[in-house]
């Protein structure tokens, strides 16, 4: 069965970091496009970041921009996401998904595969 699953979620201090990994299992992830998404608690969910297969491109939510950085590392099949200058609204799970395409997709809905999440936590 295909699988992506996150880990790395924790509970971490207004303005500490994190690293979020997402490791494909049973397939290989290089030619996937691969979204980061985020639900707080009873919030709908929000398109955090998302890097093309070949990780040459990538974007942000405005609310993470200059704080969170996208990368891949195909030999390992992994997509992380570096979350820096963590805030309280930060709080939420986090969830990879992978869409068959090079280029990222427009809208979740469009993504093949997601995992079951990773909580994170940003709390004094």
């Known amino acids: 069965q295909l699988q992506l699953v996150e880990s790395g979620g924790g509970l971490v201090q207004p303005g500490g970091s994190l690293r979020l990994s997402c490791v494909a299992s049973?397939?290989?992830?290089?030619?996937?496009?691969v979204g980061w998404f985020r639900q707080a608690p009873g919030k709908g969910r929000e398109g955090v970041s998302c890097?093309?297969?070949?990780?040459?491109?990538?974007n942000y939510a405005d609310s993470v921009k200059g704080r969170f950085t996208i990368s891949r590392n195909n030999a390992k099949n992994t997509v992380y996401l570096q979350m820096n200058s963590l805030k309280p609204e930060d709080t939420a799970i986090y969830y990879c998904?992978?869409?068959?395409?090079?280029?990222?997709?427009?809208?979740?809905?469009?993504?093949?595969?997601w995992g079951q999440g990773t909580q994170v936590t940003v709390s004094s």
């Open positions: 998904a992978a869409r068959a395409l090079t280029l990222c997709p427009r809208e979740s809905g469009s993504y093949d595969l």
């Open positions: 049973r397939f290989t992830l290089q030619y996937y496009a």
């Open positions: 890097i093309s297969s070949g990780g040459s491109s990538t």
